[in-house]
């Protein structure tokens, strides 16, 4: 890709359709803000540069931009005079004279690196034998809402036609407008110039630009994408459908790397999710960011992983929960209804029932017993845990941290552990059980004997 590239990302818009107090563009689709997407996909343009176009008052979208993105420019549109008029607002910050202008706008996630790839080379220029305007454009299964592209014999794109000012036979046109727009840079800002807001909104529209180039004999032409690519985001219901797209596109990749996936439909991945080889997922789990998984994991049912790393062999689940800052080691067993929040659990250790560690380190080969928690915040601070190799916590075992546990060390079940435990030694905390003969008797006598227990 030899011409300098422009990308021009829209997202301007006031989204007042989601109805929420977080701007549209950072509510999340597969764990990352949909802007984050598309972002994403810019970036992987080869020798690309930026340029985001704003609404005045953005600054949490600007922030979250700058974060990702950090050589981006930022472009303000003071008023919201329509799409064309969005583009100019980034005419400054264009500083190429030559090249190619890519306008995408900010709520189309979706949209894959490689269909605006094509969209650039074949912006090459008349001259070069390609196209100085380069429209996306998608086979609709339902066309009413949208523009349509009307080609001539040659299949060139003549012009863009709003779906209120089609004729008959145009409205039986399923090539419609995707949005997305290349133009040559020398082109772009003249003829923008041009367009005006004769129309019922009193907008400056984009795709205006086609039909003024047409006029000059500038050669337009269409990249087609699947409909589902360029689906924008203006709606909660669409937000959804968005997240359902992406899924399946995760799932496919995962399941093409060597995933097993039990049932692919009710296992939710993040953007960021890595699987090794042969690792086989349960039925109702749900990835959020940041996890890897090594290779021969097993993942059972209803499980919810988060900001974890998860080393080859583990066995998590059923009902397991691992938190942010869980590492867990190889061939470890993590049970049902087991939570880890910032733990460390060795190679081999075992943590297999109905328990809480947190901020703690288990060694490896230890067995944690069911029933255990570490007690890690003491309601201003948190505190750590360390539980050596080998060692045993009996059921029902607290451990009331700052506290260590060593090497090859027991506690007895039940106990509420609040200091240190040396190596190989048994700790044990509770109260003597003693026994009164005849006691349960004698108190059902004094209360008429009516009544026995579990009635």
Not at 137 to 163: C, H, K, N
Not at 164 to 181: P, Q, V, W
Not at 219 to 233: K, L, N, Y
């Amino acid at each position: 890709m030899s011409d300098a590239v422009t990308t021009v990302i829209l997202a301007a818009g006031k989204s007042t359709r989601m109805k929420s107090s977080l701007p549209k563009a950072l509510h999340p689709i597969a764990g990352r803000p949909m802007l984050g997407h598309v972002l994403s996909t810019v970036a992987a343009i080869e020798g690309g540069r930026a340029v985001l176009v704003l609404a005045p008052g953005m600054d949490e979208v600007a922030e979250f931009a700058r974060r990702f993105y950090p050589a981006l420019d930022i472009a303000i549109q003071e008023r919201a005079l329509g799409t064309g008029h969005a583009v100019r607002a980034a005419e400054p910050l264009v500083a190429e004279k030559a090249g190619v202008v890519l306008v995408i706008f900010g709520d189309t996630p979706l949209v894959r690196s490689e269909t605006l790839s094509q969209m650039i080379e074949a912006c090459s220029g008349g001259a070069r034998g390609g196209a100085d305007v380069v429209v996306l454009g998608f086979e609709a299964s339902d066309p009413t809402p949208y523009g349509r592209l009307i080609l001539d014999a040659q299949g060139a794109l003549t012009r863009i036609v709003e779906r209120k000012d089609a004729t008959a036979n145009e409205l039986r046109i399923h090539l419609c407008n995707g949005g997305a727009m290349a133009v040559r840079t020398e082109h772009l800002f003249r003829l923008l110039a041009r367009v005006t807001n004769e129309n019922a909104s009193g907008e400056y529209y984009l795709p205006d630009v086609v039909k003024l180039a047409r006029a000059e004999n500038l050669r337009c032409a269409v990249i087609r994408a699947p409909e589902e690519d360029i689906q924008g985001v203006n709606s909660r219901m669409e937000l959804a459908s968005a997240e359902a797209v992406m899924q399946r596109r995760l799932r496919r990749a995962a399941m093409e790397k060597g995933v097993t996936l039990s049932d692919p439909e009710t296992v939710y991945l993040s953007f960021d999710t890595v699987f090794g080889q042969d690792v086989t997922v349960g039925q109702n789990v749900v990835f959020g960011p940041g996890v890897t998984i090594g290779s021969n994991v097993t993942i059972k049912p209803f499980c919810h992983i988060e900001g974890g790393r998860i080393e080859d062999g583990a066995q998590i689940g059923p009902f397991a929960r691992i938190r942010p800052g869980s590492e867990i080691g190889r061939d470890v067993h993590i049970g049902n209804f087991v939570e880890t929040k910032k733990a460390k659990v060795e190679e081999g250790a075992k943590i297999n029932h109905l328990s809480y560690i947190g901020d703690a380190r288990v060694g490896a080969k230890a067995n944690i017993g069911a029933g255990t928690i570490t007690c890690n915040y003491d309601g201003f601070g948190k505190h750590f845990t360390d539980i050596g190799a080998g060692a045993f916590i009996g059921s029902n075992s607290s451990l009331v941290a700052p506290v260590k546990i060593g090497d090859g060390a027991y506690t007895g079940s039940g106990s509420v552990i609040t200091k240190d435990v040396a190596a190989d030694a048994l700790a044990v905390e509770r109260s003597k059980q003693f026994e009164k003969p005849g006691w349960a008797a004698a108190f059902r006598a004094r209360h008429g004997g009516q009544k026995k227990a579990g009635e």
